[in-house]
């Protein structure tokens, strides 16, 4: 069997996930024949054909494909390899890189790393991004784990990341503490208006539907998917709204707000999406048992 030639290997990796000789030549900072010529030196060595020229384009063979999924492996494993090497993490030292998404709670963000606060020697930073900047973070290894509270498909084996629910919210109707109803909902809620999140929320669907079987039509004036604007809105507007109490904590606590009543199968799902490697910091692994752990 054919020694493989892992240099050869680096550069086919990287024509095949680009499909492009010149892109890669040029990102590589090498001549578009020298790297021509050590494809062809794989492909010489292990007796196979790894592209097909399709006009100008350059198209894996079935055997490239398979090939390529290795490589993918092998130097994806180098990469986190690097970058952990680059962290230094150590006893003494230890720090994570969390992601957060624009729209998610403050008040949960805050409970979540609470742990780490009582951890000596570790640090940690907290970005907010939207959903694709944290996710591109996440493969480049800028973070350790990304917080969201939605869910991302794994349907596939190819899938680089993986999601876990790490706390799940109950959700409430809150509203002015002065106007607070006697009775049930949605008794007594006729003459409220709502602020709500929007209908691409998790929340929202589950507080349409509920209405629905009940024959109760809320009267929206407002409508948001960030949670810190919603908390203004609730807070100023004399609206009620549907949210975890967590995210007015402090209002209640203050007396502006008042959890009105809890709403029956309705929550908020927090989760955690970190990408599959091989090895995870202790100090994440922590973090996520914490939090999942308060959770169940």
């Not at 398979?66 to 230890?94: C, D, M, P």
């Not at 002015?176 to 909902?185: D, I, L």
Request: proline residues 4%; charged residues 20%; glycine residues 4%.
């Amino acid at each position: 069997m054919a020694k493989i030639n892992y240099h050869h290997l680096f550069y086919f990796w990287r024509v095949g996930l680009s499909g492009s000789i010149t892109r890669t030549a040029e990102e590589c900072h090498v001549s578009q024949s020298a790297l021509s010529q050590q494809i062809k030196q794989l492909e010489h060595n292990l007796n196979v054909t790894l592209f097909e020229r399709t006009g100008r384009q350059l198209v894996l063979t079935d055997i490239g494909k398979k090939i390529l999924n290795y490589a993918e492996e092998i130097f994806s494993t180098g990469e986190e390899l690097e970058a952990f090497i680059k962290k230094g993490e150590t006893k003494s030292q230890r720090h994570v890189s969390i992601g957060v998404l624009t729209t998610l709670s403050r008040n949960f963000t805050e409970s979540f790393i609470t742990p780490l606060l009582s951890q000596p020697g570790v640090t940690f930073t907290l970005s907010t991004q939207g959903m694709t900047n944290l996710l591109n973070g996440l493969s480049n290894h800028d973070f350790d784990l990304v917080l969201t509270n939605r869910s991302i498909s794994e349907q596939n084996d190819d899938a680089i990341w993986q999601t876990q629910l790490v706390s799940r919210q109950s959700v409430s109707i809150i509203g002015p503490a002065e106007r607070k109803p006697t009775e049930a909902f949605p008794k007594g809620y006729q003459l409220f208006d709502w602020v709500l999140p929007s209908k691409r929320t998790e929340i929202r669907s589950a507080f349409d539907a509920y209405c629905a079987r009940l024959n109760y039509k809320p009267r929206i004036i407002a409508e948001a998917d960030d949670m810190a604007m919603l908390r203004l809105l609730v807070r100023d507007t004399g609206a009620v709204t549907a949210l975890p109490p967590v995210v007015v904590k402090d209002e209640i606590n203050n007396g502006l707000l008042s959890e009105f009543q809890q709403l029956p199968n309705i929550y908020e799902n927090f989760y955690a999406i970190t990408i599959k490697r091989n090895f995870m910091p202790e100090i994440v692994n922590h973090l996520l048992k914490k939090n999942m752990d308060e959770t169940h």
